[in-house]
């Protein structure tokens, strides 16, 4: 089964060439997440993240995501030191005159705080944080738009000791890349692909006047759209609207290609994505990140590591520009049914083994009689049919409706905390 095949969204496409390349690293890569939030950072850490990329509540992409204080980095970079993982900081707009007062005070309070680098776009950005913060990494973002081994020679003589590629990159490229510079690179391998080149929009600025360069794309490509001709509706009341995003990426299939061309830096999209998102998609790639280097030789994709990337997707998937350019069918341009059947329903909080008894911290309804799954970090995983429910008070429960209730459940098999509870959507 490839990813082309999409088992959940019924959607197929043509199984692509693999890629033929040639190993020019032979180091473990580094498996990079995003954080929306604080409770986000440490599930991605938990669940096998070696780094985690978030945003500030300046000079970021994502002004509408749960953006860190100075007081929240602190914290996540010090849970991360509990795990050997890394705390980066997204500070890639393309910044305007007025953006510029504060930088140099944020930029040490971030090397303050423990940060260990900056992903930016901005020579300016660039140049300040090598002034006054001289500890902090700056790592080139993909709103760079860096193709080509040239371009990347010039950032690493400009004292930059990764690229981040456009997402425009193929294998090719990589290769020719790592064959001229020694410098590391990170690319992104799975998550939302831009409809535009590299996210250089401006239909957000247009239709809201939210900057998409300066954290505030309103995702306009997104939107349902009617068609007209000759000032004529192309719809009638009823139909799907048009749409024009792109599937999203990725690259789990082609674990392999990706060690062996040569990319520092496993890629994990998706900053306003949910926690079950997050955990679970950095859980299949460090299992298979790990499976690899155990025996690559004899690596083998799983089946059960694809069927929990679709249970976690929100669209249809594909390879982006890896393999080739992205045709017709890697767009959506109609509405679909989405890939992913599954419902985060809660959090492990504690768990007793003598009793069995698990108290999970309810995120969305779930009730009596239904069957769940509890995952966790290192592929855990099992299914029970809810036998019984209780509040902290003893009192017995048909089902959990109440945000962030405690909720006491007798488990099938040992569970720790921060697993997750999940459980099939039922359509209506």
């Known amino acids: 089964m490839t990813v082309a095949e999409n088992t959940y969204s019924g959607a197929t496409s043509p199984v692509k060439t693999r890629y033929q390349g040639k190993r020019h ?12 939030n604080l409770e986000k950072l440490k599930f991605a850490i938990h669940y096998g993240a070696d780094a985690v990329y978030i945003g500030g509540q300046k000079y970021g992409l994502r002004s509408n995501a749960g953006n860190f204080s100075f007081e929240e980095m602190r914290e996540g970079v010090e849970f991360a030191k509990r795990y050997g993982a890394k705390v980066f900081v997204a500070t890639n707009i393309y910044a305007h005159n007025e953006d510029i007062g504060g930088l140099e005070e944020y930029l040490r309070n971030l090397e303050e705080v423990g940060i260990s680098a900056i992903i930016v776009a901005d020579p300016i950005i660039i140049e300040t944080a090598a002034r006054v913060a001289p500890k902090l990494e700056a790592h080139l973002s993909t709103q760079q738009s860096t193709l080509n081994w040239q371009a990347v020679q010039f950032w690493k003589e400009e004292g930059l000791p990764r690229v981040v590629l456009a997402r425009e990159t193929s294998f090719e490229e990589i290769a020719e890349i790592k064959k001229h510079v020694d410098i590391e690179i990170e690319a992104f391998i799975h998550g939302a692909m831009c409809s535009s080149f590299s996210g250089r929009c401006v239909l957000s600025n247009h239709f809201t006047d939210r900057d998409s360069n300066r954290g505030g794309c309103s995702q306009s490509c997104r ?23 792109s599937k999203d990426l990725c690259m ?5 290609e990706l060690i062996d061309v040569g990319v520092d830096s496993f890629k994990i999209e998706g900053r306003m994505k949910s926690i079950h998102y997050v955990a679970t998609v950095v859980n299949v790639y460090r299992q298979a990140i790990d499976s690899y280097f155990e025996d690559p030789e004899n690596f083998v994709l799983k089946q059960e590591w694809l069927d929990e990337i ?72 099992f299914k029970q049919t809810i036998t019984r429910m209780t509040d902290d008070k003893g009192q017995e429960l048909d089902a959990a409706r ?13 569970v720790e905390p921060m697993d997750m509870l999940r459980k099939l959507m039922i359509k209506k």
Do not use: C, S
């Open 25 to 36: 690293r032979l180091d473990r890569p580094e498996l990079l997440a995003p954080a929306g």
């Open 310 to 381: 679709f249970k976690a997707a929100n669209r249809p998937l594909n390879t982006g520009f890896f393999l080739d350019t992205p045709g017709a069918e890697d767009h959506i341009y109609e509405p679909e049914d989405k890939p992913a059947p599954y419902d985060f329903a809660g959090v492990v909080l504690e768990y007793n083994e003598e009793t069995g008894i698990a108290v999970v911290q309810q995120r969305n309804h779930f009730k009596l009689g239904q069957e769940v799954e509890f995952v966790g970090p290192g592929g855990r995983y």
């Open 223 to 245: 939107w349902k759209y009617d068609l007209f001709v000759d000032d004529m509706p192309m719809y009638t009341e009823g139909e799907d609207q048009f749409t024009m995003g």
């Open 252 to 256: 789990i299939e082609y674990l392999p």
């Open 402 to 414: 109440h945000p962030l209730q405690r909720i006491h459940i007798k488990t099938f098999a040992p």
